[in-house]
């Protein structure tokens, strides 16, 4: 079974730094669909970015680009999100996530990631 830990959440002013950490268990694949959600009070949740761990092909929403950086480390099976520059409309929980789908899918909106962590609360203030 897919395990998905967050850490690295927490509290900074605008234009602050955090990176959040995805310790991923539980499955074998070199190959899978990875990516960031967050979810705001009262707002539906939204992709932030993902990466297909074999090829390396990222995306971003348009919200985070140029200042998020998505990144993993396969040796020790870890996803990152680098947040810079960070907003008060950043402010949210954030939630890791994983899928075995064929990578040439990874980015397709109208699948659903089927693994989820727990989530790590980002706040931003201005």
């Known amino acids: 079974q897919v395990q998905l830990v967050e850490s690295g959440g927490g509290s900074v002013q605008a234009g602050g730094s955090l990176r959040l950490s995805c310790a991923a268990s539980g499955y074998t694949a070199r190959r899978v669909c990875m990516g960031w959600f967050r979810q705001a009070p009262g707002k539906e949740r939204e992709g932030v970015a993902g990466i297909a761990t074999g090829s390396g092909s990222t995306y971003y929403a348009d919200s985070v680009k140029g200042r998020f950086t998505i990144s993993q480390d396969n040796a020790k099976n870890t996803l990152f999100l680098q947040m810079n520059s960070l907003r008060p409309e950043d402010t949210a929980m954030y939630y890791c996530?994983?899928?075995?789908?064929?990578?040439?899918?990874?980015?397709?909106?109208?699948?659903?990631?089927?693994?989820w962590g727990q989530g790590t609360q980002v706040t931003v203030s201005s």
């Open positions: 996530a994983a899928d075995l789908r064929p990578e040439r899918l990874c980015f397709d909106e109208r699948l659903p990631y089927n693994n």
